[in-house]
Nanobody, 120 residues
Framework: QLQLVESGGGLVQPGGSLRLSCAAS????????IHWYRQAPGKERGLVATIASSGSTNIADSVKGRFAISRDNAKKTAYLQMNSLKPEDTAVYYCNADVKDTPTTLKNYWGQGTQVTVSS
């Protein structure tokens, strides 16, 4: 059964850093776009960062210069490096990816989310 599993969340002080991981497991024939989203309490889920299979990236303006997305295709894992964290970055962070679970079928998968809390 194909899964995306996020890890690396936690409690951090303002100005601190965290690195989130998103690991894909199961029968996988390829992974296309990988996205990180976040959802704060009472707010809609919003796109934070995207990385293509080529490695090209796009970062939301709200976190540009502080967050970076990367991937290790051999490990089927994506990362979100978060620096200079602010209380407004507090949210549940979700991984989303387009995954080939058969040689010809591309499906979209979500992870279960990991909580990031930025507080002193």
């Amino acid at each position: 059964q194909l899964q995306l599993v996020e890890s690396g969340g936690g409690l951090v002080q303002p100005g601190g850093s965290l690195r989130l991981s998103c690991a894909a497991s199961g029968t996988i024939f390829g992974i296309g776009f990988i996205h990180w989203y976040r959802q704060a309490p009472g707010k809609e889920r919003g796109l934070v960062a995207t990385i293509a299979s080529s490695g090209s990236t796009n970062i939301a303006d709200s976190v540009k210069g502080r967050f970076a997305i990367s991937r290790d295709n051999a490990k089927k894992t994506a990362y979100l490096q978060m620096n200079s964290l602010k209380p407004e970055d507090t949210a549940v962070y979700y991984c989303n990816a387009d995954v080939k679970d058969t040689p010809t079928t591309l499906k979209n998968y979500w992870g279960q989310g990991t909580q990031v809390t930025v507080s002193s």
